[in-house]
Nanobody
C-alpha cells in the first residue's frame, strides 16, 4: 500500500521558517520525482518546487531563493525548507510523487501552513 505523508506544518510569523517533510512508503522512492504543491483559499493548486530522482531541483518564481527542496533516499523522505515566510505563503501544502515510467503518481493528504502575526 502506497502512502505519502506530510508533516511539519503549522503557524509561523512572517519572516519565520518551517521545514515540511514528506515520507513515502510502498514505492521505489529513489526512482520517483517528488514535488510540493500548494493551494490557497480560492486559488488553484500550484506547483512550487520539484526534485528529480537524480536530485535536480526546480522552483516557482514565488518561492525561489526562499525555499529549498532536498531528498534523502535512505529515508524515503523529501524536505522543504521554507525561509522568509510571507502571509501569501499561507496555503495547504501537498506532496506529490511521480514516476514517468508507467505514469504513476501519488498525492499526500495535505498539510496546513499559516503565516500570520
Amino acid at each position: 500500500q502506497v502512502q505519502v505523508v506530510e508533516s511539519g506544518g503549522g503557524l509561523v510569523q512572517p519572516g519565520g521558517s518551517l521545514r515540511l517533510s514528506c515520507a513515502a512508503s510502498g514505492i521505489m522512492f529513489d526512482i520517483y520525482s517528488m514535488a510540493w504543491y500548494r493551494q490557497a483559499p480560492g486559488k488553484e493548486r500550484e506547483s512550487i518546487a520539484s526534485i528529480t530522482s537524480r536530485g535536480s531541483t526546480n522552483y516557482a518564481d514565488s518561492v525561489k531563493g526562499r525555499f529549498i527542496l532536498s531528498r534523502d533516499n535512505a529515508k524515503n523522505t523529501v524536505y522543504l525548507q521554507m525561509n522568509s515566510l510571507k502571509p501569501e505563503d499561507t496555503a495547504v501544502y501537498y506532496c506529490y510523487a511521480h514516476r514517468v515510467v508507467g505514469n504513476m503518481d501519488y498525492w499526500g493528504q495535505g498539510i496546513q501552513v499559516t503565516v500570520s502575526s
